[in-house]
C-alpha cells in the first residue's frame, strides 16, 4: 500500500463563530463547525420505489445529515435493479431534493444558519446546502454496465464530474459511495488513463477513496451461483490499481443495515417515517431498508476513526486488506467466512443504536425545528475531531482527561472508555480504571513499545433519543519518552504520587520539582496550585 492510503485530516469538532456574508452561525451548534466538510459523490440506481426504493432510503438519512457532507454529485445510474438505466429515473432525486427543500428551515435551526453561501463549492461543518445546490450537482452517469462498455462511447456527466472534482485544487480526498454500479467512476479512471501520463494517473487515483456495496457492476447471480467478477468493472479496478487507489467491497454492513432495518421496521415507521417531508416519502421497504447507507457512514461520528483506515472500525463497518472474493485481486473487503467479516459484523451491530438514534434525533428537527443534538466531546481540552495519537512509555499509566465534554442541550452526560482490539497490533487486554467517569488511566503494557493499540471515548446524552459522539485515542507506546500528538497549545498537570515517580508534561519532557514551583525547559513556570485539574493528561514513570 502506498502511503496515499495513510494521510490523516482532522475534522474540528467544537462550535466557533463565523460570519460569511449573510450567513450566521451562532454557538449553539452541537457536533462540529469550522473545518471543511468530507467531499462525497454518490453513485446511485436509484428507481421509482416499487422497483429500487431502498436508494430512496438512503438518500433520505443522506440529506437528513446533509449538514456533515459536501455533497459534490449524485449520479443516477446502473445497477442489478435497472439494466440499462432509465434516463428518467434519475427524477427520483429531485423529488427528493423537493421534500428537503420544504424541510431546510427546520433542518437549518438546528445549527442556527440564516442563510445561504452566494459560494457554495467550499462548505463547512454545519452548513445545509441549498436545495438548488443539490440540484446543479444532480446527473445522470453511466447507462450500461460492466468492463466492456468502458470507452469513447461511455464518458457521461457523471465520470466528466469525478475528473472534473478530482482536478481541482483541493487537499480532501474525493470519497465514492457506490450504491449501485462504479460504472461511472471506471470510466473516469478510464479516461484518465488513456489521456495523460502515468505520473498524472496516479496523482487522480491518489485523491479517490471508493466504497462499494458489494458489486453491482456485473449481472445479479442467485445464491450458490458463481459470479462472473471478470466483467465487472470493479475487478479492473481493483487490478490495474491497486497499489494506488483505496477500494473497500463491503459484503458485511449493508447486509446488516438490509436485515436490521426490515426486523426493526417498526421503529423507522414511527421514528422517520411522516417526519417532515422528507419523512413522508421514506418508503416502505421491498428487499431491505436502506443497504446502502454505510457507504457514506464511516464518514459520520466525526472522532470515531480515520476514514482513510478502513481497519479502525466505525459505523460503516470494517474491512482487511486481503484477497478478494474474485480470487484474483486485493481490496480492503469484509465478506462472509473471513475473520473480518466477524470483525465487521460486530460492530455494525453495536454501533447500530447509535446510529439509528442520530437519524432519528435529525428527523425531529426535520418535523418540528427542535430535538436534540450530539454531546460535544473534549479530551484533554483538544476539541477537535481528529483522531489523537499518543506516545507513552511502555510500564507507565497515562490519564486520559475527557471532562471538558458537554452537552449543547444541558443534558446529563455519561462516559465510557473501552479498547478496540481488531484495530491495533496489540491485542492483549489493556486495564482502563474509570472506565465509566469523565476521566481514566490507562495502564501501557510492558513490552507494548513498537506496537499500538485503540482506546475509544464514548459519550451518551440523556435526551430523546439519546445521542453519542466519540473520540479515538491510538497509543504508540515507546521505551523511551517522545510526547504527545496532535495535541497543542496545553500546560501540564502534576499527578500525586510517591518519590519513586517522575512526572513528564505532554510533550514528553521531564519535570523537576523545585520548591513550590513546577520547573520545565521551556520555562514557563506554574505554581502547584495553580495547575487546573482538568487540563490534560501527565504521564508517570519510574525513574530512569
Given at each position: 500500500?502506498?502511503?496515499?492510503?495513510?494521510?490523516?485530516?482532522?475534522?474540528?469538532?467544537?462550535?466557533?463563530?463565523?460570519?460569511?456574508?449573510?450567513?450566521?452561525?451562532?454557538?449553539?451548534?452541537?457536533?462540529?463547525?469550522?473545518?471543511?466538510?468530507?467531499?462525497?459523490?454518490?453513485?446511485?440506481?436509484?428507481?421509482?420505489?416499487?422497483?429500487?426504493?431502498?436508494?430512496?432510503?438512503?438518500?433520505?438519512?443522506?440529506?437528513?445529515?446533509?449538514?456533515?457532507?459536501?455533497?459534490?454529485?449524485?449520479?443516477?445510474?446502473?445497477?442489478?435493479?435497472?439494466?440499462?438505466?432509465?434516463?428518467?429515473?434519475?427524477?427520483?432525486?429531485?423529488?427528493?431534493?423537493?421534500?428537503?427543500?420544504?424541510?431546510?428551515?427546520?433542518?437549518?435551526?438546528?445549527?442556527?444558519?440564516?442563510?445561504?453561501?452566494?459560494?457554495?463549492?467550499?462548505?463547512?461543518?454545519?452548513?445545509?446546502?441549498?436545495?438548488?445546490?443539490?440540484?446543479?450537482?444532480?446527473?445522470?452517469?453511466?447507462?450500461?454496465?460492466?468492463?466492456?462498455?468502458?470507452?469513447?462511447?461511455?464518458?457521461?456527466?457523471?465520470?466528466?464530474?469525478?475528473?472534473?472534482?478530482?482536478?481541482?485544487?483541493?487537499e480532501r480526498p474525493l470519497h465514492i459511495a457506490v450504491w449501485g454500479g462504479g460504472n461511472t467512476v471506471a470510466q473516469a479512471i478510464w479516461r484518465v488513463q488513456q489521456e495523460r501520463t502515468?505520473?498524472?494517473?496516479?496523482?487522480?487515483?491518489?485523491?479517490?477513496?471508493i466504497y462499494t456495496i458489494t458489486d453491482q457492476d456485473k449481472p445479479w447471480t442467485a445464491s450458490g451461483t458463481v459470479p462472473n467478477y471478470s466483467s465487472s468493472s470493479h475487478q479492473w479496478?481493483?487490478?490495474?490499481?491497486?497499489?494506488?487507489?483505496?477500494?473497500?467491497?463491503?459484503?458485511?454492513?449493508?447486509?446488516?443495515?438490509?436485515?436490521?432495518?426490515?426486523?426493526?421496521?417498526?421503529?423507522?415507521?414511527?421514528?422517520?417515517?411522516?417526519?417532515?417531508?422528507?419523512?413522508?416519502?421514506?418508503?416502505?421497504?421491498?428487499?431491505?431498508?436502506?443497504?446502502?447507507?454505510?457507504?457514506?457512514?464511516?464518514?459520520?461520528?466525526?472522532?470515531?476513526?480515520?476514514?482513510?483506515?478502513?481497519?479502525?472500525?466505525?459505523?460503516?463497518?470494517?474491512?482487511?486488506?486481503?484477497?478478494?472474493?474474485?480470487?484474483?485481486?486485493?481490496?480492503?473487503?469484509?465478506?462472509?467466512?473471513?475473520?473480518?467479516?466477524?470483525?465487521?459484523?460486530?460492530?455494525?451491530?453495536?454501533?447500530?443504536?447509535?446510529?439509528?438514534?442520530?437519524?432519528?434525533?435529525?428527523?425531529?428537527?426535520?418535523?418540528?425545528?427542535?430535538?436534540?443534538?450530539?454531546?460535544?466531546?473534549?479530551?484533554?481540552?483538544?476539541?477537535?475531531?481528529?483522531?489523537?495519537?499518543?506516545?507513552?512509555?511502555?510500564?507507565?499509566?497515562?490519564?486520559?482527561?475527557?471532562?471538558?465534554?458537554?452537552?449543547?442541550?444541558?443534558?446529563?452526560?455519561?462516559?465510557?472508555?473501552?479498547?478496540?482490539?481488531?484495530?491495533?497490533?496489540?491485542?492483549?487486554?489493556?486495564?482502563?480504571?474509570?472506565?465509566?467517569?469523565?476521566?481514566?488511566?490507562?495502564?501501557?503494557?510492558?513490552?507494548?513499545?513498537?506496537?499500538?493499540?485503540?482506546?475509544?471515548?464514548?459519550?451518551?446524552?440523556?435526551?430523546?433519543?439519546?445521542?453519542?459522539?466519540?473520540?479515538?485515542?491510538?497509543?504508540?507506546?515507546?521505551?523511551?519518552?517522545?510526547?504527545?500528538?496532535?495535541?497543542?497549545?496545553?500546560?501540564?498537570?502534576?499527578?500525586?504520587?510517591?518519590?519513586?515517580?517522575?512526572?513528564?508534561?505532554?510533550?514528553?519532557?521531564?519535570?523537576?520539582?523545585?520548591?513550590?514551583?513546577?520547573?520545565?525547559?521551556?520555562?514557563?513556570?506554574?505554581?502547584?496550585?495553580?495547575?487546573?485539574?482538568?487540563?490534560?493528561?501527565?504521564?508517570?514513570?519510574?525513574?530512569?
Open positions: 500500500m502506498t502511503s496515499v492510503h495513510k494521510k490523516h485530516y482532522g475534522f474540528p469538532c467544537l462550535f466557533q463563530t463565523f460570519l460569511f456574508g449573510l450567513l450566521l452561525f451562532s454557538s449553539t451548534f452541537s457536533l462540529q463547525a469550522g473545518g471543511l466538510k468530507p467531499r462525497l459523490v454518490v453513485l446511485t440506481d436509484i428507481g421509482p420505489n416499487d422497483i429500487e426504493p431502498d436508494d430512496r432510503e438512503s438518500l433520505i438519512r443522506l440529506f437528513s445529515s446533509a449538514d456533515l457532507f459536501e455533497i459534490e454529485a449524485l449520479c443516477a445510474g446502473t445497477g442489478w435493479n435497472t439494466g440499462n438505466y432509465p434516463p428518467g429515473w434519475k427524477d427520483s432525486i429531485m423529488v427528493t431534493i423537493d421534500a428537503y427543500e420544504k424541510d431546510l428551515p427546520n433542518l437549518m435551526k438546528r445549527s442556527d444558519q440564516k442563510d445561504f453561501l452566494p459560494d457554495e463549492s467550499k462548505q463547512t461543518f454545519g452548513y445545509w446546502p441549498s436545495a438548488d445546490y443539490l440540484r446543479s450537482r444532480t446527473m445522470l452517469g453511466s447507462s450500461k454496465m460492466g468492463y466492456s462498455v468502458l470507452g469513447n462511447n461511455n464518458n457521461s456527466a457523471g465520470s466528466d464530474q469525478i475528473i472534473k472534482l478530482a482536478d481541482e485544487a483541493d502515468t505520473d498524472e494517473l496516479k496523482t487522480f487515483l491518489h485523491k479517490l477513496r479496478m481493483r487490478r490495474e490499481f491497486e497499489k494506488d487507489l483505496l477500494f473497500i467491497w463491503d459484503e458485511c454492513a449493508w447486509l446488516h443495515q438490509n436485515s436490521t432495518g426490515v426486523n426493526r421496521w417498526a421503529e423507522y415507521s414511527s421514528n422517520i417515517q411522516g417526519h417532515g417531508n422528507l419523512g413522508a416519502m421514506y418508503p416502505k421497504y421491498r428487499w431491505g431498508v436502506e443497504g446502502d447507507t454505510p457507504s457514506y457512514m464511516y464518514l459520520m461520528a466525526p472522532g470515531l476513526s480515520d476514514p482513510d483506515e478502513p481497519m479502525h472500525g466505525s459505523w460503516g463497518g470494517y474491512a482487511q486488506w486481503m484477497k478478494t472474493q474474485d480470487g484474483s485481486t486485493y481490496a480492503y473487503v469484509n465478506y462472509n467466512g473471513t475473520p473480518a467479516y466477524d470483525t465487521c459484523y460486530k460492530y455494525v451491530n453495536y454501533f447500530y443504536r447509535a446510529n439509528f438514534n442520530n437519524f432519528a434525533a435529525r428527523m425531529d428537527w426535520a418535523k418540528d425545528g427542535s430535538g436534540n443534538r450530539n454531546p460535544i466531546l473534549v479530551v484533554n481540552n483538544d476539541s477537535t475531531c481528529s483522531v489523537l495519537t499518543v506516545k507513552p512509555l511502555q510500564g507507565t499509566s497515562m490519564i486520559i482527561d475527557a471532562a471538558g465534554s458537554y452537552d449543547p442541550d444541558g443534558n446529563t452526560l455519561s462516559f465510557k472508555w473501552w479498547f478496540m482490539p481488531c484495530a491495533g497490533t496489540w491485542k492483549q487486554p489493556i486495564t482502563i480504571a474509570d472506565a465509566s467517569s469523565a476521566r481514566t488511566s490507562v495502564s501501557v503494557p510492558s513490552g507494548s513499545a513498537g506496537m499500538n493499540f485503540h482506546l475509544v471515548c464514548e459519550v451518551t446524552d440523556n435526551g430523546s433519543p439519546a445521542l453519542t459522539s466519540y473520540r479515538r485515542i491510538i497509543f504508540e507506546p515507546t521505551d523511551q519518552m517522545t510526547g504527545v500528538s496532535n495535541i497543542t497549545n496545553q500546560k501540564m498537570q502534576l499527578q500525586k504520587n510517591n518519590h519513586s515517580t517522575a512526572v513528564f508534561d505532554i510533550t514528553g519532557r521531564r519535570v523537576s520539582l523545585a520548591g513550590g514551583h513546577i520547573g520545565v525547559t521551556s520555562r514557563v513556570v506554574l505554581r502547584k496550585d495553580e495547575l487546573n485539574r482538568t487540563q490534560p493528561l501527565v504521564i508517570i514513570g519510574k525513574n530512569k
